[in-house]
C-alpha cells in the first residue's frame, strides 16, 4: 500500500473517530485499496443511518409524550365537571358511567406510554406460566363490558376453550385491552363488538370484531408500526401510535400471529393465533365424544339418544359459553325425539352432531 493511501486510510479512520460521519469517504486506489475504502465507507453509512434512526425516535418519542400529556387533559377536565355535579347532589348513573369510561381511557394511556418504555428495557416476555385460557380469556372480556354499554354499545364475549397457553398474564391481558378498547374507542354509538375465542388445532383464536370506522387500505400495511397513526390531526382521543405496535410485540414473543381485515366506514377484525402450551393439549369431554370411532357413536345414539342430544348441548354449552346452545339443549328435553332423529342424521351423514351444538 503506498504511503499516500496509507495517509488517506488514517484519515479516514480518524473522520470517523471523530464522529464526523456526514462527510463522504472517497474510493481511490487499486482494487485493494478500493475495498477499503468501501467498506470504510460503508461504515460510515451505517454509523449515519443509525444515528439518523435513533434521532427519529427520540423525536416520535417527544412527540408521544407531548401527545399523551395532552390526551390526558380532556378526561380529567371531563371528570372533574362530573364529579362536580355529582357533588351538588345530582344523582344520575349516566355520570358515574362516563367517568368510568374516561378514567379507563387515561388507565390506557398511562399503560401504554409506561408499557413501551419498560419493553424496550427488559424482555417483554418475562415470568410467563401456563394460563387456562377460556376462564381467562371470559374474566378478562368482561371487564370490558360496562364500558361499551356506557357508549350504547351491543357487546357480545362468546367462547371459552378449555386449553391452556404459555404466557404472561399481564402481557395476554394487555392485549385484550388494547384490541378491545380500540374496537370501543372507534365504535359509534348504537354499534356492535363481538369479542369471541375459540380452539382450532394447535391453537386458540381471538377474534375481534366490530362495525366501526374501520382502517383504509393505505393504512393497514402499517398500524402495527410503532407510533403510527391513521388519524393525523389526532381528532380521536386517547390515540398514541403504540398500542397496536405492543400488542403485536407481545403476540410475537408468544410465537403467535395477529391478523387484520378492514374496511373504512364498515369496520374491523383483528384475530389473534396463540399456540397451545406444548404437551396440554386438553380435550373436552364432547371433543372426546367426537373423536370416538363412527360406529361406537352411531351405537351410542341408536339407544340413548334421546338423553345424549340434551347432555351433549349442555357439556358443549359449559365449554364455550354460546347461550343458543344451552337453549337448544333445555328445548330438547321435550323434544328429545326430534333431538334424537336429527343429531343421528347428523352423526350418520358428517361422522358428528351439527344442530345448535358449537
Given at each position: 500500500?503506498?504511503?499516500?493511501?496509507?495517509?488517506?486510510?488514517?484519515?479516514?479512520?480518524?473522520?470517523?473517530?471523530?464522529?464526523?460521519?456526514?462527510?463522504?469517504?472517497?474510493?481511490?486506489?487499486?482494487?485493494?485499496?478500493?475495498?477499503?475504502?468501501?467498506?470504510?465507507?460503508?461504515?460510515?453509512?451505517?454509523?449515519?443511518?443509525?444515528?439518523?434512526?435513533?434521532?427519529?425516535?427520540?423525536?416520535?418519542?417527544?412527540v408521544?409524550?407531548?401527545?399523551?400529556?395532552?390526551?390526558?387533559?380532556t378526561?380529567?377536565?371531563?371528570?372533574?365537571?362530573?364529579?362536580?355535579?355529582?357533588?351538588?347532589?345530582?344523582d344520575?348513573?349516566?355520570?358515574?358511567?362516563?367517568?368510568?369510561?374516561?378514567?379507563?381511557?387515561?388507565?390506557?394511556?398511562?399503560?401504554?406510554?409506561?408499557?413501551?418504555?419498560?419493553?424496550?428495557?427488559?424482555?417483554?416476555?418475562?415470568?410467563?406460566?401456563?394460563?387456562?385460557?377460556?376462564?381467562?380469556?371470559?374474566?378478562e372480556?368482561?371487564k370490558?363490558?360496562?364500558?361499551?354499554?356506557?357508549?350504547?354499545?351491543?357487546?357480545?364475549?362468546?367462547?371459552?376453550?378449555?386449553?391452556?397457553?404459555?404466557?404472561?398474564?399481564?402481557?395476554?391481558?394487555?392485549?385484550?385491552?388494547?384490541?378491545?378498547?380500540?374496537?370501543?374507542?372507534?365504535?359509534?354509538?348504537?354499534?356492535?363488538?363481538?369479542?369471541?375465542?375459540?380452539?382450532?388445532?394447535?391453537?386458540?383464536?381471538?377474534?375481534?370484531?366490530?362495525?366501526?370506522?374501520?382502517?383504509?387500505?393505505?393504512?393497514?400495511?402499517?398500524?402495527?408500526?410503532?407510533?403510527?397513526?391513521?388519524?393525523?390531526?389526532?381528532?380521536?382521543?386517547?390515540?398514541?401510535?403504540?398500542?397496536?405496535?405492543?400488542?403485536?410485540?407481545?403476540?410475537?414473543?408468544?410465537?403467535?400471529?395477529?391478523?387484520?381485515?378492514?374496511?373504512?366506514?364498515?369496520?374491523?377484525?383483528?384475530?389473534?393465533?396463540?399456540?397451545?402450551?406444548?404437551?396440554?393439549?386438553?380435550?373436552?369431554?364432547?371433543?372426546?365424544?367426537?373423536?370416538?370411532?363412527?360406529?361406537?357413536?352411531?351405537f351410542?345414539?341408536?339407544?340413548?339418544?334421546?338423553?345424549?342430544?340434551?347432555?351433549?348441548?349442555?357439556?358443549?354449552?359449559?365449554?364455550?359459553?354460546?347461550r343458543?346452545?344451552?337453549?337448544?339443549g333445555?328445548?330438547?328435553?321435550?323434544?328429545?325425539?326430534?333431538?334424537?332423529a336429527?343429531?343421528?342424521?347428523?352423526?350418520?351423514?358428517?361422522?358428528?352432531?351439527?344442530?345448535?351444538?358449537?
Open positions: 500500500m503506498k504511503r499516500k493511501t496509507r495517509r488517506s486510510v488514517y484519515d479516514a479512520i480518524a473522520q470517523l473517530n471523530r464522529l464526523d460521519i456526514d462527510t463522504p469517504i472517497s474510493i481511490e486506489g487499486d482494487v485493494f485499496e478500493r475495498r477499503i475504502f468501501k467498506q470504510l465507507e460503508t461504515l460510515r453509512r451505517s454509523m449515519r443511518d443509525a444515528r439518523d434512526k435513533n434521532k427519529a425516535d427520540d423525536e416520535k418519542r417527544k408521544m409524550i407531548a401527545s399523551v400529556a395532552h390526551d390526558l387533559k378526561p380529567l377536565a371531563v371528570i372533574s365537571g362530573y364529579a362536580e355535579s355529582l357533588s351538588d347532589g345530582m344520575d348513573k349516566d355520570y358515574t358511567a362516563l367517568i368510568l369510561q374516561k378514567t379507563e381511557e387515561m388507565n390506557s394511556q398511562v399503560l401504554t406510554l409506561v408499557e413501551s418504555s419498560r419493553n424496550e428495557i427488559q424482555s417483554i416476555g418475562s415470568i410467563k406460566e401456563s394460563v387456562l385460557f377460556g376462564e381467562f380469556f371470559k374474566t372480556a368482561l370490558y363490558e360496562k364500558l361499551a354499554q356506557s357508549k350504547k354499545l351491543t357487546f357480545i364475549v362468546k367462547g371459552a376453550p378449555y386449553v391452556t397457553v404459555y404466557a404472561n398474564r399481564q402481557q395476554l391481558a394487555r392485549v385484550l385491552q388494547n384490541l378491545i378498547s380500540n374496537a370501543i374507542k372507534y365504535t359509534p354509538s348504537g354499534g356492535k363488538i363481538v369479542v369471541k375465542a375459540k380452539k382450532v388445532g394447535k391453537e386458540v383464536r381471538v377474534i375481534v370484531r366490530d362495525n366501526g370506522s374501520g382502517i383504509s387500505g393505505e393504512s393497514l400495511p402499517f398500524i402495527f408500526d410503532k407510533f403510527y397513526m391513521e388519524d393525523k390531526s389526532r381528532t380521536v382521543s386517547g390515540s398514541n401510535g403504540l398500542g397496536l405496535y405492543i400488542t403485536k410485540e407481545i403476540v410475537d414473543d408468544l410465537s403467535g400471529v395477529i391478523e387484520v381485515k378492514s374496511k373504512k366506514e364498515k369496520g374491523s377484525r383483528f384475530v389473534v393465533r396463540i399456540p397451545i402450551e406444548e404437551g396440554k393439549i386438553r380435550r373436552t369431554i364432547t371433543e372426546a365424544f367426537d373423536a370416538l370411532p363412527h360406529n361406537v357413536k352411531t351410542l345414539y341408536l339407544f340413548f339418544g334421546g338423553i345424549l342430544c340434551s347432555l351433549y348441548r349442555f357439556q358443549k354449552f359449559y365449554e364455550t359459553r354460546h343458543a346452545t344451552l337453549i337448544a333445555i328445548l330438547l328435553i321435550p323434544l328429545f325425539l326430534l333431538g334424537w336429527a343429531d343421528f342424521f347428523s352423526l350418520v351423514v358428517c361422522d358428528r352432531i351439527t344442530l345448535v351444538a358449537d
